[in-house]
Nanobody
Framework: QVQLVESGGGLVQAGGSLRLSCAAS????????MGWFRHSPGKDREFVAA????????NYSDSVKGRFTISRDNAKSVVYLQMNSLKPEDTAVYYC?????????????????????WGQGTQVTVSS
């Protein structure tokens, strides 16, 4: 089992940037693909980005593609979400998630039910 703790959320103006961090328990971090999801009032939790176990592959939702970058540092057991050109519609609670994969080459899935472990979230608010 892996424990996840998000940080880095806050209030920014539209067009600004934030970098979210997700610290994992560490021992088996490389055995998990990692994802970021977000949830805002009135909407379902939605996929944002995912990264493979070794960081070689990434996947993004269309709404954030070109603006957000997911990365990971396996030596530090941390996954990041760099968010640039933020928009008010990006306002949400952002969650880090981990998925146990059958192989390190597993497909980067986008469904919430496909991820096994979750952090408690960090609030991102983008003002207009």
């Amino acid at each position: 089992q892996v424990q996840l703790v998000e940080s880095g959320g806050g209030l920014v103006q539209a067009g600004g940037s934030l970098r979210l961090s997700c610290a994992a328990s560490g021992r088996t971090f490389r055995q998990y693909s990692m994802g970021w999801f977000r949830h805002s009032p009135g909407k379902d939790r939605e996929f944002v980005a995912a990264i493979s176990c070794l960081g070689g592959r990434t996947n993004y939702s269309d709404s954030v593609k070109g603006r957000f970058t997911i990365s990971r540092d396996n030596a530090k057991s941390v996954v990041y979400l760099q968010m640039n050109s933020l928009k008010p519609e990006d306002t949400a609670v952002y969650y880090c998630a981990a998925r146990r994969v059958p192989t390190i080459t597993a497909v980067l899935v986008t469904g919430t039910s496909d991820y096994h472990y979750w952090g408690q979230g960090t609030q991102v608010t983008v003002s207009s």
